[in-house]
């Protein structure tokens, strides 16, 4: 190769980074697109609204334990080789979404997903974070919420629109892994000094004392919305199809795409405030949120049930954000990956355990009676939040406590 065709495929930081970002917003566009489809696969293979959340909390399950084992993979070998992977990863889930034909693939399709995703993610993050160490936190928490939106509302339209629903959205991201997997071998490395030592089967989970009582005052609201999330990836489509009669798989995914798209924006509304003023307006979001869902069900509106997802989204990107804002400023750097493994494996549970018990309630009092207990659950958490995330104001406005 030429080595001005070498300039100039070795892309400026800039170019880099929307690369790596653009990656990121496929990675987690595929982890939702399948949600409007799932009317369609219950249409098809009948089986159970439990092995529907089956099938999402394996994605959930999955995600996590990559993150736990290998989430640090890329500071030993690279961040180029772990997205090269997880690109080949995301490359055969799609591959075993376009040969399913039952719910036994499915399962096993999210759960590759899963893995990709978890190291996509980790190794994504921390490149974006190697070249703009300013911004990074802004593009990796705005990127996510901004592909799941698009992979529901994307994957709900195609699937109406589009020839072969249950395989075009798939063909469609398999051709974009392939893409960006050409033009990440194309691409350089970002990481500086490796460490050898960076190898870590299994990190301490530990929180650092200075972050116990924090982490414990935030919990409520990061756990309602993740379970929220859970649920609306999980279960919402089917919800909105029989309380509202409207049968378009297009119309499926607006509600989970609403919630994401709110939640992006959040993000980018409280980039610069404090962890405590994040946090209470998450709460301040999602309670509201909460009730127009449960008026919306109860009511069978779709104005309230897509108004209530604005509100509860923009509550989970300010809530997940602030959280983050509040506890990480009281650990010292060489405890944070403890502290985060445990915040991340709470939040993963919220979204995965919630999720699984809906499905087998709905088995047992129905899906409407289901969502308007799911729908609570979320209120009594955001309730809880209101009081708690006060006490993280106190002690961030304490002389003698870190500000977020």
Not at 155 to 178: C, E, N, S, T, V
Not at 278 to 306: D, H, N, R
Not at 376 to 385: H, N, R
Request: hydrophobic content about 55%; proline content about 5%.
């Amino acid at each position: 190769m030429s080595s001005s065709l070498t300039r100039k495929l070795r892309q400026s930081d800039a170019a880099l980074t929307a690369l790596h970002a653009q990656t990121l917003v496929v990675t987690l566009a595929a982890s939702s697109a399948s949600t409007p489809l799932y009317a369609l696969y219950r249409a098809a293979w009948t089986f159970s609204p439990f092995l529907l959340t089956v099938a999402f909390a394996a994605y959930a399950i999955a995600l996590l334990l990559t993150l736990l084992f290998v989430g640090r993979l890329s500071d030993r070998i690279g961040r180029r080789p772990v997205i090269l992977g997880a690109l080949l990863f995301e490359g055969a889930s799609m591959l075993l979404f376009l040969n399913a034909t039952d719910i036994g693939w499915l399962i096993g399709a999210r759960l590759v997903l899963g893995v990709a995703t978890g190291l996509a993610t980790s190794a994504l993050s921390a490149a974006i974070i190697d070249l703009s160490p300013q911004r990074g936190g802004f593009v990796n928490g705005v990127s996510p919420l901004f592909g799941m939106g698009v992979g529901a509302l994307g994957g709900g339209l195609l699937a109406q629109y589009a020839p072969a629903p249950l395989h075009f959205i798939y063909a469609l991201l398999l051709g974009l892994f392939a893409l960006q997997f050409i033009r990440t071998w194309f691409s350089r490395e970002t990481a500086g000094v490796l460490r050898p030592d960076a190898w870590q089967p299994l990190p301490k989970i530990a929180v650092p004392p200075a972050a116990r009582a924090t982490l414990l005052l935030v919990s409520p609201v990061n756990i309602a919305a993740w379970a929220l999330c859970g649920f609306y990836l999980s279960l919402m489509p089917s919800l909105l199809q029989q309380v509202t009669g409207i049968t378009a798989l297009g119309f499926s995914g607006l509600a989970v795409a609403l919630l994401a798209f709110s939640g992006a924006a959040a993000v980018v509304v409280a980039r610069h405030q404090s962890g405590y003023r994040a946090l209470a307006g998450g709460t301040m979001a999602m309670i509201p949120g909460s009730l127009l869902i449960l008026a919306g069900i109860i009511s069978g509106s779709v104005a309230l049930l897509l108004v209530g997802s604005v509100f509860a989204g923009a509550g989970l990107g300010a809530g997940f954000l602030g959280a983050i804002k509040s506890i990480v400023p009281l650990a010292e750097p060489h405890e944070r990956a403890g502290l985060m493994a445990v915040f991340y494996i709470e939040s993963y549970l919220a979204n995965a355990i919630p999720a699984m018990s809906a499905g087998l309630l709905v088995q047992v009092i129905g899906l409407k009676a289901t969502a308007q207990a799911m729908s609570l659950l979320v209120l009594c958490l955001s309730a809880i939040a209101a009081v708690t995330v006060r006490k993280v104001g106190r002690q961030q406005a304490a002389p003698d406590m870190p500000h977020a």
